[in-house]
Each structure stands twice: as structure tokens, then as C-alpha cells.
């Protein structure tokens, strides 16, 4: 039986590439014959006019004239995109907002006055026309005493005898990431002295860290959520802020004034604690700096009373950065808040501290910090976040020796605090005789300066023009009162750690050279 003849509709055109009407009339009658020659038949009657209808089709394609389809839009769209892609001109990707803030410019003139001294920096020799900072709290009085001490036992500590732990198995292998027993135990002996020997310490309560910065940061996590605040005296340090980044908490500041020395009061804790508590922020804590940074006064035995008493009346913690408790020269006892704990019937789980090695032993490079808790799951979380900021191994291999050379420690203390002295009396008084007075410090790195007298507007404005004329004319970097986010404006913070004592009449004269001409 034949098969009926392809209908119009189904027929393919002639300019397509496709055989043309009259050929199919011709294929489709031959097929219907060799089929009905039975199995065989049906089997040249498929096969053949196949056959046909493909060198039918090669040959056309071989002599018509060529009729090129034009790309569809969406080949070119596609084409366009990898073009632009290749030329980098499809847009570039972008990262998250904290992390376009950090990327961003420096808006505090604290890291402003950092960046142009690296810019600049100032070298007796090299770069006499440099700028001198000012701005950072880096001990440089007592290096000699540290390069000694690794002069004579460095090469030891490093080699080891194969024997020790010190060796290659001791340091490549994995160790705790919150910090070798051995060093938490030369910190404890260590920090006993710098607390001038009244506070004990735990080491199975200390957390090693890199520094401070990550000890404040992972405190601040463990202790309060997004959105939460601390109160903290102001003025205060200026890195603070952006220790905070990633954390989420809110830094509420507790102005503090000079008519009583920016000393911390109750009256003013809670009147902080209740405006923020109006603003729906719940306060988790109060953050303070003893000896404080960038006052360097100390906080009395009553006010650590205060404190403890405001913090239990709220139900709050206490973080108290004592980081300069080995660095102080006044005549003025420090008290640690530890001693004010043990010795008192108050809830320890509420008292946290945080210690390095970066400011009374002369060690930033190091950087080795720590908490001090009582609180076990402060404790236990922080261990499982020290593996974001564990110190290296061969770093605390160096530092158990001499941490635990007890002689070493008792003359580098001593020596370092008459340093200290000297080199603070020294700065004040030269500061004096061109007019420019200073608050009564105890500790620290710094002296807290007094040019609101110096400043036209006397707002945070003209403190700001003072600060960039003292940086850009007298080519001295100081850090500003507001970027300590101090309520008195005119108030300047001023390193004076970095010096060598024969730099000091050559500062003077520098800025003298811009005060006189603001007077």
C-alpha cells in the first residue's frame, strides 16, 4: 500500500537548503513501487530514496547561492558580555559594607596622623625634615636592656639541644591555641610583679592571644550580642572604636572632665547607663583603663568600690585593660580591680581582665596578650575563639625564659620605671616653659596636653585646624582630644616613650614655633 503524498504544509522550500517540491514528487512514487515488491522491496524502498534525498541535498548546498543567517540578538548579547568581561568593563564585584567602611579613608585622626608619619617619618640622620610621632604609646626607653637579654640567651632559646621542647618537635608540631601551660605560667609570675606583687594569678585561667586587641574583641563577644553597649569612660583610646568592627557592640562614653582630673564618677555612670538604657541599648558592661589611656591617671581603691558596687546593682561586667600596670612612676598607688576582688565578698564571675606584653616589657612586635577570668564559660568560649588569634609557637618558646629569669624582670621593672620618670618630668616641664600645661599623669606612655588656649574656634573644629598645622607646619603628630572622644576640646595626647632624650628640645621648638604663632 502506498503512502499518501506529503501535504503542502509539510513540504520544505527551495531556499532553506532543502530539496524542492518536484524532487519529493519524484522520491515519493519510487519508494511506493520498490516497496511493493515485498520484505525486500520494503527494505531499498526506505534505503534508496534516503539515499537520494542526501546527494540531492549535497548538491544543492554545493550551488546555491549563499545566504548567510544573521546572528540571533542573543548570540550577540552573549558575545557583547564576554567582550566587556574580558575588558573588565562588566562592572566590578563588591565586598560588604564593614568591609567597604574599613577599606574606606581613615576618619579618625588618630590612624589620619599614623598614616602620614609612614609617609614621612622622622630619622635624626636619614630624614631630620620628617615627622615626628607623637601619636603612638610604644616604649623605646628600655630596648637595650631586651637586646641584651636576647644577645646572651637568644641563640640557645632558637637552636635548642634536641632535647627540650624547643626543638623542631616542639615548635613545628600543633601546640593549644589558647597558649603553651609553660607560658601561661611565666605570664602569671610575670604579672604578679607588675601588680606590684599583691594579686595572684590562676594560669588555668588565663587565655593567651596575639596582642590585646583580639583579648578586648573576643571578651566583647563572649559577653554581649549585636547591638548591646558598654559604657567607658571618655576620653579613652582611639583604637578602641575599631577593635569593635566586628563584634556589632556599641562604646557609650562616659564623659569625664578636667575640673576633677577626668576622674570617673558614679553620677555620670548612671546617667550614661540610663540614656542608653532610653535608647533601647542593653549595657552589658563597662569597659575601663587603668592606668588610664590617654590620661594616665589611676583609678583609686574607692572608685574600683564604686565600680564593682554599680556593676552588681546593674548586673553588669567589668573589663578592666591593665595593660600599663607595670609602667607607672607617680607617687600614687595602682591598685589592680583583682585585689579589690579577692579581698572582697563580690561576684568574681562579673570581672575580667585583660594584660600583654607589648607595653610593659617593651614588646609589641611580639604580640602576646591575654584574659584573666573567673567566669568558666567566659573561659571555655574563649579558648575555641583564641584559634582566630593564637600566638606562634617559637614566640613562646623565647618568652617562657625570660618571663621566669626573675632577676632579669625585677632590674628591666625597675630601670623602666625610673626611664619612665625621667623622660615624662623631662617633657612636661619643657612643655611648661612655652606655655602649655599638663594633666597630673601617674603611668603611661604619654602626658595628656592642655593647647585649648591655642585653638580659635575652641570647638572640636579648631582643635582639628591646631592638630593639622602641629602635623603639616611643625611636622609633629600628636593625637587630638576628639578622636579620644573627649568632651573638652584643646586637649592633646602626646607619646613621649618614642624619644631619645636629645629629641626632646628639638620637638619643643617645633611646636613651640606653631603654638606662638596661634597665641
Known amino acids: 500500500m502506498t503512502s499518501p503524498p506529503p501535504s503542502p504544509s509539510t513540504s520544505p522550500a527551495a531556499d532553506d537548503g532543502t530539496a524542492p517540491e518536484p524532487v519529493m514528487r519524484l522520491i515519493v512514487p519510487l519508494q511506493a513501487i520498490l516497496q511493493d515488491r515485498g520484505a525486500g522491496g520494503l527494505i531499498f524502498g526506505s534505503i534508496i530514496p534516503c539515499a537520494l534525498f542526501y546527494f540531492l541535498q549535497l548538491h544543492l548546498k554545493r550551488h546555491r547561492t549563499d545566504k548567510r543567517i544573521p546572528p540571533s540578538s542573543d548570540t550577540m548579547r552573549r558575545s ?20 567597604g567602611v574599613l577599606a574606606g579613608p581613615s576618619g579618625s585622626a588618630y590612624y589620619k596622623g599614623i598614616e602620614r608619619v609612614a609617609e614621612d617619618p622622622f630619622d635624626r640622620v636619614e630624614n631630620p625634615d620628617g615627622v615626628i610621632h607623637l601619636g603612638l604609646a610604644e616604649n623605646r626607653l628600655s630596648l637595650d636592656l631586651i637586646q641584651k637579654w636576647f644577645r646572651d640567651n637568644g641563640e640557645r632559646l632558637l637552636l635548642g639541644n634536641g632535647d627540650n621542647d624547643v626543638g623542631i618537635n616542639g615548635t613545628a608540631a600543633c601546640q593549644p591555641l589558647d597558649g603553651l601551660m609553660e607560658l601561661k605560667v611565666a605570664m602569671a609570675t610575670f604579672m604578679h610583679q607588675a601588680m606590684t606583687k599583691k594579686v595572684s594569678f590562676d594560669p588555668s585561667q588565663l587565655v593567651l592571644t596575639c596582642s590585646a586587641t583580639p583579648a578586648f574583641e573576643i571578651l566583647c563577644f563572649c559577653l554581649s550580642d549585636p547591638g548591646n553597649g558598654f559604657l567607658i569612660p571618655a576620653p579613652y583610646y582611639p583604637g578602641f572604636d575599631r577593635d569593635m568592627v566586628r563584634t556589632g557592640v556599641e562604646l557609650i562614653p562616659v564623659h569625664c572632665y578636667s575640673t576633677d582630673n577626668f576622674s570617673l564618677s558614679v553620677t555620670a555612670l548612671d546617667q550614661a547607663y540610663n540614656q542608653a538604657k532610653k535608647r533601647g541599648v542593653r549595657v552589658r558592661g563597662i569597659i575601663v583603663t587603668n592606668p588610664s589611656n590617654p590620661t ?191 568632651a573638652e576640646p584643646g586637649w592633646f595626647r602626646c607619646c613621649f616613650t618614642t624619644l631619645a632624650e636629645e629629641d626632646i628640645p628639638f620637638v619643643i621648638k617645633r611646636i613651640q614655633k606653631v603654638v606662638q604663632s596661634c597665641g
Open 80 to 99: 557583547s558580555s564576554r567582550a566587556e568581561f574580558l575588558l573588565g568593563r562588566g562592572g566590578s564585584v563588591g565586598v560588604s559594607e564593614r568591609g
Open 296 to 486: 594616665g591617671s589611676l583609678l583609686s581603691r574607692e572608685s574600683l568600690y564604686n565600680l564593682l558596687d554599680f556593676a552588681t546593682e546593674k548586673n553588669i561586667h567589668i573589663i578592666s585593660d591593665e595593660i600599663f600596670a607595670g609602667s607607672t612612676y607617680g607617687d600614687e598607688e595602682f591598685v589592680s580591680l583583682l585585689e579589690i576582688v579577692e579581698s572582697e565578698d563580690f561576684d568574681k564571675d562579673r570581672v575580667h581582665m585583660i594584660y600583654g606584653l607589648s607595653k610593659d616589657l617593651s614588646l609589641p612586635g611580639f604580640r602576646v596578650g591575654c584574659i584573666y577570668s573567673f567566669n568558666e564559660s567566659v573561659l571555655a568560649a574563649a579558648r575555641k575563639l583564641a584559634r582566630f588569634s593564637s600566638i606562634s609557637v617559637p614566640t613562646q618558646h623565647l618568652l617562657v625564659p625570660m618571663l621566669s629569669d626573675e632577676l632579669f624582670i625585677h632590674v628591666y621593672m625597675d630601670t623602666n620605671k625610673k626611664r619612665l620618670r625621667q623622660m615624662h618630668d623631662s617633657v612636661v616641664s619643657r612643655l611648661k616653659k612655652i606655655g602649655i600645661d599638663c594633666a597630673k599623669s601617674e603611668g603611661g606612655f604619654y602626658c595628656w596636653v592642655d593647647m585649648s588656649r591655642f585653638i580659635r574656634p575652641c570647638d572640636e573644629k579648631g582643635e582639628l585646624e591646631l592638630w593639622d598645622k602641629l602635623l603639616t607646619v611643625a611636622k609633629v603628630n600628636l593625637t587630638p582630644g576628639s578622636a579620644c572622644h573627649c
